[in-house]
């Protein structure tokens, strides 16, 4: 395995952390592949960056989460600012990438080509969560309320347990949903509360993602090759309804990957998903439009 070297890179209100794999400039002349996630950071990728050992592996932590401080006084994370730190970051990895996006990571990747469309070569957007693109997004941001609403009212385990049953929710989204809050026990999950509420995925602060609207004629105006995807075992679950939505309205068919929305992770966070599959499946595309 090709050892990771720590690098940073400041740019304006923050200092972003990020690990490079393999040589820069790239040995073979193609551009680095940089997987991004958010609010997940460069932890998750370990495995996944295992199986392209042939390829110069970026991943970074997004501003304000694992090794990226924050000095702008600001908590909200936001797709276009997270896009102009990627876009400073290319700039310093040489100015082009493969691009692998995931979660909140697809959604920046989604901004980054439609501001800056000569960044990267290949955009590759994992079940990016737009509630917007819903035909039922009214009732989508509802749920996401009430999961907001469980996690600052009862602390962590019953927000994440509600996360758990709005993104294992298949199918339209109703006013059923929330109507009775899920037992955290049920899912392993504490039960007490720690007063804590700054997490990024349960307290709001990364509202301005599943609420991104994406720029449908600048992506589709874009050099970029942009492909949607979702895993799976997603199938009519929230993060897949977007995902084949977004592909619609780009008029392109979804591309479908193995597992779920966390397929390409190891044993990095004790849920692994099929990283040597998923990365199979990402070589496989990337590789038909090289």
Not at 125 to 134: F, I
């Amino acid at each position: 395995m090709t050892t990771a070297t720590t690098h940073t890179l400041d740019v304006p209100g923050a200092t972003l952390t990020y690990d490079v794999r393999g040589p820069l400039p790239p040995a073979d002349g193609r551009p680095p592949l940089l997987f991004i996630a958010q609010p997940m950071d460069a932890s998750g990728f370990g495995t996944l960056a295992s199986y392209f050992p042939d390829r110069t592996v970026v991943t970074y932590d997004p501003r304000g989460l694992g090794r990226s401080t924050r000095s702008d006084g600001e908590t909200a994370n936001t797709p276009q600012q997270q896009a102009g730190d990627l876009h400073r970051l290319i700039a310093e990895l040489g100015g082009t990438v493969d691009l692998l996006g995931s979660s909140g990571g697809a959604v920046t990747g989604l901004h980054l080509v439609s501001a800056h469309p000569d960044d990267v070569r290949t955009f590759v957007a994992h079940e990016p969560p737009l509630l917007g693109v819903l035909p039922d997004a009214q009732e989508a941001f509802a749920a996401e309320k009430r999961v907001q609403d469980a996690y600052h009212q009862l602390g962590w385990g019953a927000g994440m347990a509600a996360f758990i049953a709005l993104t294992s929710w298949e199918g339209e989204l109703t006013d059923e949903f929330g109507a009775e809050l899920p037992d955290p026990a049920a899912f392993g999950l504490p039960t007490g509360d720690d007063g804590s509420r700054g997490d990024p995925l349960l307290s709001g602060i990364s509202n301005a993602i599943t609420a991104y609207q994406p720029d449908v004629p600048a992506l589709t105006a874009a050099p970029t090759r942009v492909v949607i995807a979702a895993g799976i075992e997603s199938t009519g679950t929230l993060t897949w309804r977007t995902s084949s939505a977004l592909a619609d309205e780009l008029d392109q068919e979804l591309t479908v990957f193995p597992s779920n929305h966390g397929g390409f992770l190891g044993d990095e966070y004790g849920q692994p998903g099929q990283p040597e599959a998923f990365a199979a499946r990402l070589r496989e595309v990337l590789d038909s439009s090289a």
